[in-house]
């Protein structure tokens, strides 16, 4: 792959040694002429789907060839420390802030041994995009603070009724899901936050996007100048849809979202939507994939076989966007495989279209 410069949809993707890239669930930074590939280092077999040994970069300045650069961030060894290894580390993404020159790092994280009960944000901070990367903190976001779209009603803290106490976590759509019951519980503690990405606007300010509310529903929330923190500003959005492996553009003054349903590591069918403003309204625009993965056999209904993690927007290129996906391996983690897709855009929205190989020049000057 890496010599005919074209990408290779779901099969092995091969560095500048040789090894299969290991940057799960993962999203690219351009900085300085380059781009930043990050994403969870995973092993071999189920042990893999925790984290024993970070978050893994690579550079690559034609998005096809990439050159390992090694480990950004690199658990702990200290039994105290949040990301001790054997935590949760997933979803790694990495923004850079011209204000303090810095590179920032944000994650969902599940403490060791609480499987996805902590649903938190860890933060990470380095001075070069590469690494490494320090821990800063880690923390369920926006604690004391109502979602801007929230009605004064519903500004009241919810006791704790043993309904809302112990909910399944990863398990998808629910009926019995009380209706604005979750934020208001997680209120003062801060709100649950696991599958998540970052978004820089035109403007400079950055977002944190996660999946909130037991998973039930989306928060879209602004950072501090620094990127460190949560402003403490946010939305909910998506209200009980159940959206997961949120990724989001800009194009042509308009806000895209590419995102999953709720079924942990086996595929689902995508979703898009589409926002004049990043606080909405969002209107949901269905399923943009097209097409059959051979490999596995998987059309768009299990969007061919992966799960969204990023969008990543190519550099020099006009209207070029390209959609990443992971194939999940739960059985043999380190096996997972990556589907990346050209996005075509229309009046309609978002297509995505299953390619065997493909390469930028499919997307013109
Ligand atoms: C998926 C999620 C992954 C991972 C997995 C665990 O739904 O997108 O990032 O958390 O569940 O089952």
């Known amino acids: 792959m890496t010599a005919e410069a074209c990408f290779v949809p779901g099969e092995p993707w091969l560095d500048d040694r040789g090894v299969h890239i290991n940057a799960h669930g993962g999203g ?34 034609d998005l096809t060839s990439w050159r390992d650069e090694g480990i950004a961030l690199a658990v702990s060894d200290d039994s105290e420390s949040d990301i001790v290894r054997e935590c949760v580390l997933e979803r790694p993404k990495v923004i850079y802030n011209a204000l303090t020159e810095t590179f920032v790092m944000w994650f969902h994280l599940e403490l060791k041994g609480q499987g996805y009960a902590a649903a938190r944000s860890g933060v990470a901070v380095s ?117 997961e492996a949120a990724a989001i553009c800009k194009r042509q003054g308009r806000y895209y979202l590419l995102a999953s349903g709720c079924t942990g590591w086996a595929p689902n069918e995508a979703r898009s939507a589409v926002a004049d403003s990043i606080w909405g309204p969002w209107e949901e625009l ?56 050209p996005i075509v855009f229309s009046e309609e929205g978002m297509k995505i279209s299953w390619r065997d190989r493909w390469d930028l020049a499919g997307f013109g000057t």
């Open 28 to 61: 690219v930074l351009f900085h300085g002429g380059a781009y930043y590939w990050f994403g969870e280092h995973k092993i071999s077999g189920k042990a893999g789907n925790v984290a024993h040994v970070g978050v893994h970069c690579y550079s690559s300045t």
């Open 127 to 243: 001075s070069s995009p590469t690494g490494p990367y320090a821990f800063c903190d880690s923390f369920r976001p926006n604690a004391g603070h109502w979602p801007l779209n929230a009605t004064e009603e519903q500004k009241a803290p919810l006791e704790d009724p043993p309904y809302l106490r112990n909910r399944s976590v990863s398990g998808g759509p629910n009926a019995a899901t009380p209706a604005n019951g979750f934020f208001r519980r997680d209120h003062l503690g801060g709100q649950m936050a696991r599958d998540m990405t970052l978004f820089v606007d035109d403007d400079g300010t950055g977002y944190h996007i996660y999946s909130s509310e037991e998973n039930s529903t989306l928060h879209i929330s602004e950072l501090t100048p620094d990127f460190q923190r949560p402003s403490g500003r946010y939305v909910r959005v998506f209200e009980k849809r159940w959206m």
């Open 286 to 341: 269905g399923n943009p994939c097209v097409g059959i993965n051979p490999m596995n056999g998987l059309g768009q209904e299990k969007t061919f076989g992966g799960q969204s993690t990023s969008i990543l927007p190519v550099e020099g290129l006009r209207d070029a966007y390209i959609a990443m996906f992971d194939i999940w391996c739960p059985e043999d983690a380190i096996d997972g495989r990556y589907v990346w897709l």
